[in-house]
């Protein structure tokens, strides 16, 4: 499994590559100030306040006085993780990318990503519901009518990355800073599948 490392997007001339390394420090930390991003991306302020902007209008982060947090997940408050780890790879799982599977017999399985989550639909029968939250505002998105951006320059768990997204039009927007591609269920399962058996 690959994470975000300051090595990997530390070149600060690249404004999604800040914009990402500035996500990955936020879940490590409840907030940060404008003074340490400054420091640790040895940019403006003015440029820091430009990516933040964008952040917080991508719903991933709320500006506050003198700094930046995540946005708050509203439809997963209270939860910090889900306690199972990842079905498929062991990881410890986030709320805010949790893949939940429920089978017909009402037998649930969780999964850290969309990644994990959807490899293991490809393993089983008798899939009564599949969920995960949209990852912009925190809904529960119904997985099979969602829409994902694969291989983003976010990467939050496993590699290639997936994102959910309860419509089209928001994963495209989100590609737009981030790159990668926009699949639906269909497409981005098939993709899965072949890069698995390679």
């Known amino acids: 499994m690959q994470k975000f490392t300051e090595v990997q997007v530390m070149d600060t001339s690249i404004p999604n590559r800040r914009q990402a390394q500035i996500i990955v420090w936020l879940q490590e930390n409840d907030t940060l100030t404008i003074k340490e991003l400054v420091a640790r991306l040895n940019v403006s302020a003015m440029t820091i306040h430009r990516d933040l902007d964008k952040l917080a209008a991508a719903g991933l982060v709320q500006k ?8 708050p997940e509203e439809s997963l408050q209270g939860q910090t993780a889900v306690s199972l780890p990842c079905v498929m790879c062991g990881t410890a799982v986030s709320s805010r990318t949790a893949f939940t ?10 999964a850290c990503c969309a990644h ?6 490809s393993q089983l029968d008798g899939v009564g519901s599949a969920l995960t939250p949209d990852f ?5 998105v119904n997985v099979f009518q969602a829409w994902f951006l694969v291989g983003s320059d976010v990467q939050l768990c496993c590699v290639p990355g997936i994102l959910s997204f309860a419509r089209a039009n928001d994963a495209q927007k989100f590609q ?12 981005v399962q098939q993709y899965l599948i072949q890069t698995h058996m390679h």
């Open 101 to 110: 599977i429920t089978l017909d017999n009402d037998h649930k399985e969780t």
């Open 176 to 187: 737009q800073g981030f790159h990668g591609e926009v699949m639906d269920f269909t497409a």
């Open 64 to 71: 506050v006085h003198g700094g930046v947090k995540l946005a």
């Open 136 to 140: 912009i505002y925190g809904r529960m």
């Open 116 to 121: 994990c989550g959807i490899l293991r639909l």
